[in-house]
Nanobody
Framework: QVHLVESGGGSVQAGGSLRLSCADT????????MSWYRQAPGKEREFVSG???????TYADAVKGRFTISQDNAENTLALQMNSLKPEDTGMYYC????????????????WGQGTQVTVSS
């Protein structure tokens, strides 16, 4: 069973850095893609960055050039290195994992972690 646990959040000043981690403590191995989302107070959850099963990465325009997503398949962990942080990066950051399976076509089971808070002050 997939169980995602995020860590690494905290409070930093603008221009600082944080590194988020997401561990699948259920040690579930599947053909998957993983991603980071964030949700600011009063706003909808939004995509930040993702990595697919072939290692291809995507980023939201707002974080391109500042954030780097990476995955350690052996450790079944996902990381997000966040540099040059801005106050608008403040929010709860969530890890998402989709495991693919075939049943009458390609389907996905989707899992979310509980989130880790990032606060950036100006």
């Amino acid at each position: 069973q997939v169980h995602l646990v995020e860590s690494g959040g905290g409070s930093v000043q603008a221009g600082g850095s944080l590194r988020l981690s997401c561990a699948d403590t259920g040690h579930t191995y599947c053909t998957s893609d993983m991603s980071w989302y964030r949700q600011a107070p009063g706003k909808e959850r939004e995509f930040v960055s993702g990595i697919d099963s072939d290692g291809r990465t995507t980023y939201a325009d707002a974080v391109k050039g500042r954030f780097t997503i990476s995955q350690d398949n052996a450790e079944n962990t996902l990381a997000l290195q966040m540099n040059s942080l801005k106050p608008e990066d403040t929010g709860m950051y969530y890890c998402k994992k989709r495991c693919a399976y075939y049943s009458s076509g390609l389907n996905y089971d989707t899992y979310w972690g509980q989130g880790t808070q990032v606060t950036v002050s100006s």
